[in-house]
């Protein structure tokens, strides 16, 4: 059995770049820049920064190019493939991506939304009450004896 997994947590280098497939699919591409800190034989701390070319496709690429951009913390999960080419120019040219089966979005930071807070200068009799959970679990007020459950 074999095994070609890569998983990331990072940070976008650049915006996703959506374009459209012949076939009308989806992909997307973007950057992500990981952080490795370790301690060098003399002690002292050295970070190392590695970037990821990521591709995504279908409905993954439309929704991670409308919400992630430059900056955004995301979690990537997929496979390593390395694409070959032949450039007039160059010569042969290599390029890793990582081929994202999953993208989950990181915490937002502050200052780019996604809370509300209410405004400093309204009281408390002004600020809006937050409504109580419909589906909040009712946990009985006694205390539960171990000796009465069942298994």
Same mark, same amino acid.
């Given at each position: 059995?074999?095994?070609?997994?890569?998983?990331?947590?990072?940070n *976008?280098?650049?915006?996703?770049? *959506?374009?459209? *497939?012949?076939?009308?699919?989806?992909?997307?591409?973007?950057?992500?820049?990981?952080?490795?800190?370790?301690k060098?034989?003399?002690?002292?701390?050295?970070?190392? /920064?590695?970037?990821?070319?990521?591709? =995504?496709f279908?409905?993954?690429?439309? /929704?991670a190019?409308q919400? *992630?951009? @430059?900056?955004?913390?995301?979690?990537?999960?997929?496979?390593?493939? /390395?694409? /070959?080419?032949?450039?007039?120019?160059?010569?042969?040219?290599?390029?890793?991506?990582?081929?994202?089966?999953?993208?989950?979005?990181?915490?937002?930071?502050?200052?780019?939304?996604?809370?509300?807070?209410?405004?400093?200068? =309204?009281?408390?009799?002004?600020?809006?009450? @937050?409504?109580?959970?419909?589906?909040?679990?009712?946990?009985?007020?006694?205390?539960?004896?171990?000796?009465?459950?069942?298994?």
């Amino acid at each position: 059995m074999y095994i070609n997994k890569a998983m990331l947590f990072g940070n *976008l280098t650049r915006d996703p770049e *959506l374009r459209s *497939l012949p076939s009308g699919g989806q992909v997307a591409s973007f950057g992500v820049a990981t952080n490795r800190v370790f301690k060098k034989q003399d002690g002292s701390k050295q970070e190392a /920064t590695e970037f990821h070319n990521v591709v =995504v496709f279908g409905r993954q690429a439309e /929704t991670a190019a409308q919400y *992630l951009k @430059k900056g955004s913390s995301v979690y990537v999960e997929g496979r390593i493939q /390395t694409r /070959t080419w032949d450039s007039p120019e160059k010569g042969k040219q290599y390029k890793t991506e990582i081929i994202a089966e999953r993208v989950q979005f990181g915490p937002r930071g502050s200052g780019t939304g996604g809370g509300s807070a209410a405004p400093q200068n =309204v009281s408390d009799a002004e600020a809006p009450q @937050k409504a109580p959970k419909d589906d909040a679990i009712d946990y009985p007020e006694e205390d539960i004896n171990p000796d009465d459950i069942p298994f």
